[in-house]
């Protein structure tokens, strides 16, 4: 009896010990949300754009007009802060956080190339940016962009790729999705916030992409899990759109990760670097460019590689 009385004790004890740290846990989640939410507030302009809302961030106001895409993070236009001052000089610029992203809100359309590329439409023409177009995409965006610049090869003078994804990466590297449930989990009970809080390569403590990103990043879990879950379909869609004609193509490739790789890893190394060689004949105006001191993320680790590539194709587009 007295075992029997003791081990209900522990288990008492244990369960309180439990719903007492989940209620922590919930408590700051929802208090850091609120915090976040007051202290920070959107940078630029949110444009309906239908059944939901887009941040967009513009800067500069000359022809032509520089469209930046992030890829498959929490950072949105946060991502391209340390080029897209420098090409606002000279050009408009504009960086936006996709459905579900930061502001944003997230709507009700699935993720595909059309939703996304209808986003980016709608903004374009809402704000009436400057023609012709320069399409800047990083990682997941030399996915989703294709759609973009098939639909609107007139308008566009220039695409630099940076570091981008190619679509047989999802052959070969599937996403390991967790279950919906999991993510909304970690979300309320603040796990995620904890996991987010790291430094960005080449970047300082108080930069936004360190601050904001992660302060938000209940607010951009839908928005993420739902591009990560549609990965796969969007690689397939892209697969079908395999020419840009003879718009003019700077692909940026990183490098500096192969000179650390593992013999094991030499062939998904190889691998990669045939992809990235692939993404050149997109166009029969195309060339390549080694980021050799870069990752992955070029725009933070080496941003003059990126910006002076955006440079050239802005003065050639003025000059025509």
């Known amino acids: 009896m007295k075992i029997r009385r003791l081990l209900k004790v522990i288990v008492f004890f244990i369960l309180g010990g439990i719903f007492l740290t989940a209620g922590g846990a919930f408590s700051y989640e929802q208090i850091s949300r609120v915090i976040a939410e007051r202290t920070y507030t959107p940078e630029g302009e949110l444009v309906d754009v239908g059944d939901h809302k887009l941040h967009v961030y513009r800067r500069g106001n000359s022809s032509p007009t520089v469209i930046f895409e ?76 294709r759609k973009f610049v098939e639909t609107h090869k007139d308008d566009i003078v220039g695409i630099v790729l940076v570091d981008v994804s190619h679509p047989d990466q999802a052959n070969i590297r599937p996403p390991k999705m967790p279950p919906r449930f999991m993510m909304t989990l970690m979300n ?27 302060s938000l990043i209940h607010k951009s879990v839908a928005g993420s899990f739902d591009e990560a879950a549609a990965v796969v379909q969007l690689s397939e869609e892209a697969r079908n759109i395999n020419s840009f004609g003879d718009i003019p193509l700077v692909v940026i490739s990183a490098t500096s990760f192969t000179q650390n790789a593992s013999p094991s890893e030499s062939e998904l ?29 070029v725009q933070l680790e080496e941003p003059s590689v990126v910006i002076e590539a955006i440079e050239r194709l802005v003065a050639r587009a003025i000059s025509q």
Not at 108 to 115: N, T
Not at 196 to 208: C, V, Y
Not at 282 to 292: E, G, H, M, R, Y
């Open 269 to 297: 190394v190889d691998l990669r670097s045939k992809m990235q060689e692939d993404l050149l004949l997109l166009s029969t105006d195309s060339k390549q460019i080694l980021a050799t001191q870069s990752t992955h993320y």
């Open 70 to 145: 992030s890829g498959m993070d929490p950072f949105g236009h946060l991502s391209w802060f340390k080029v897209q001052e420098e090409i606002a000089r000279s050009a408009t610029t504009i960086s936006y956080d996709r459905a579900g992203i930061l502001w944003s809100e997230r709507g009700v359309r699935p993720k595909s190339s059309e939703s996304i590329t209808d986003d980016l439409a709608k903004l374009l023409a809402i704000g009436d940016y400057p023609k012709p177009y320069i399409v800047v995409g990083h990682s997941l965006a030399g996915i989703t962009l």
């Open 188 to 214: 309320s009970f603040g796990l995620l916030r904890l996991m987010s809080s790291r430094l960005m390569p080449n970047t300082e403590a108080t930069d936004p992409i360190n601050q904001v990103a992660p």
